[in-house]
């Protein structure tokens, strides 16, 4: 894979190791309220289902990273297909900038591990 390729991977990698620590440890704390707009009240009640969703998202990361480090075009290509796949749903059920902030991004590293290698 070319060095522009990785590096796209392991941008998407890390925005998904940043998911992990903001839903995670962060989720009732300052920034993680103001990233995902939500009030205190929301923020407790919801609390371990974003450390649920977070852990799913440091899953992503990792197999992001395995990718990277095997430089596996066939992972890279199955995890960067799971994070697009993550943010069309999250855009349809939840809010439509998930699919700019996790989509694009892989899809930008997906045409660029099939197109660049």
Not at 30 to 44: H, I, N, Q, S, Y
Not at 46 to 68: C, D, E, M, P, R
Not at 84 to 96: C, S
Request: proline residues 2%.
């Amino acid at each position: 894979m070319s060095v522009v390729t990785l590096s796209l991977i392991a941008l998407v990698a890390l925005l998904h190791a940043y998911f992990l620590v903001l839903e995670m440890f962060l989720w009732t704390r300052p920034l993680g309220m103001k990233v995902f707009r939500l009030t205190r009240e929301k923020a407790e009640s919801t609390k371990v289902l974003a450390a649920n969703q977070g852990l799913y998202n440091g899953f992503l990361a990792a197999g992001l990273v395995w990718s990277i480090i095997g430089e596996r075009r066939d992972v890279a290509t199955f995890f960067l297909a799971c994070v697009v796949v993550a943010g069309f749903y999250g855009a349809a059920t939840v809010n439509k900038r998930i699919f700019v902030v996790q989509s694009v991004p892989a899809l930008i590293a997906l045409a660029a591990l099939w197109f660049i290698g």
